[in-house]
């Protein structure tokens, strides 16, 4: 039995028990951790989109290039048919895929779009925006887990289809978790089926290092907001000025850390556990993977998957990359 709040009914939900439990279990840990998969609440959602389009955050734009400028030797690799379906793991707000989807609907007869997300709010967001701008476009949202999201899409039955997980968001998983993951996508689909995956690749080091360390101090209150959002949700009393933000890339391995830092001696009190936090102590936030090209091949022949085609931006920083299942 949970007693999550002792003021407000909303944070016994499920949901909230879940947060709580990922919370602790990461909080309990010798180096404490925290799920950034937690980072998408509202406020999450605005900073991430700030940060996005902060000068040192480059991944966005370099796939909106592609996506944009390749839009027309995408379609036809997407499209099975004179049918469409996409399906999108994290869609956000849809800003990029926005490019291809309005290629394909000019030159396709039914396209529909099935885009997943954990976040309600960036769903409602996209479904009013895509609905204005493209009309024609059939848009089916699903809200919550991407596998709940594709067993749903699977029992509706057998269309061919391609699924999108763009954005690097695959390098928020550490590289072997990427592998599981990948694993676990293609038992979704049926053979024929594609994916297109987005990853960042290894670039020199400052450029990425200053990507997750932007000057005006978005990344930072990116991180802070988790600890706000468990004072609110979880009725902890975290002090976000006691925490400071810092990141670490380590071009041996492509792996970029975020941490929070507790600048003291404390102890952070929840309503049936406290945390104890000593002065220099981290909390490990988020890991973004870089990957090198011949990683990304090494995981889709790992993974069994055909890889069809990749995409690149001007530069050669970032790769949408297209499998077959
Ligand atoms: C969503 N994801 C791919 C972002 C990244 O680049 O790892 C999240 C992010 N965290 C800090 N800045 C951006």
């Not at 480059?58 to 390749?70: F, K, N, P, V």
């Not at 379609?75 to 869609?91: I, K, Q, R, Y």
């Amino acid at each position: 039995m949970y007693m999550l709040s002792k003021r407000d009914d909303s944070s016994t939900s499920p949901v909230n028990r879940n947060f709580y439990d990922d919370v602790m279990c990461g909080l309990r840990q010798t180096e404490k951790s925290l799920p950034s998969k937690y980072f998408y609440d509202a406020q999450g959602d605005v900073l991430f989109q700030q940060i996005m389009h902060c000068p040192e955050y480059y991944l966005t734009r370099c796939e909106e290039e592609i996506l944009r400028e390749q839009r027309e030797d995408l379609a036809p690799c997407v499209s099975l048919g004179d049918d469409v379906t996409l399906v999108e793991l994290g869609a956000g707000d849809g800003s990029k895929t926005f490019h291809l989807l309005q290629c394909l609907v000019s030159n396709y007869k039914h396209v529909t779009y099935h885009p997943i997300d954990i976040s309600s709010h960036i769903l409602k967001h996209l479904e009013a925006d895509l609905g204005n701008k493209l009309p024609e476009l059939s848009i089916d949202s699903y809200h919550g887990d991407y596998f709940e999201g594709l067993a749903a899409l699977q029992q509706q039955g057998h269309t061919p289809k391609v699924v999108l997980f763009l954005g690097a968001n695959i390098g928020n998983m550490p590289k072997a978790e990427a592998m599981q993951f990948c694993i676990r996508m293609r038992s979704f689909l049926n053979k024929g089926d594609k994916v297109l995956i987005g990853f960042d690749l290894v670039k020199n080091p400052r450029i990425i290092q200053a990507a997750y360390d932007d000057e005006a101090g978005l990344t930072r209150r990116f991180n802070i907001n988790l600890l706000t959002r468990m004072n609110r949700e979880l009725d902890a009393d975290f002090n976000e000025e006691l925490f400071e933000h810092y990141c670490h890339y380590d071009p041996t391995s492509g792996t970029c850390s975020s941490y929070l830092v507790s600048l003291l001696e404390h102890t952070v009190l929840f309503p049936e556990d406290e945390i104890h936090f000593d002065k220099g102590e981290l909390i490990h936030m988020e890991v973004s993977q870089k990957y090198l090209p011949s990683e990304i091949d090494h995981m889709a022949s790992e993974t069994g998957f055909a890889p069809v085609k990749t995409f690149t931006d001007k530069r050669g920083w970032f790769v949408d990359v297209l499998w077959e299942a």
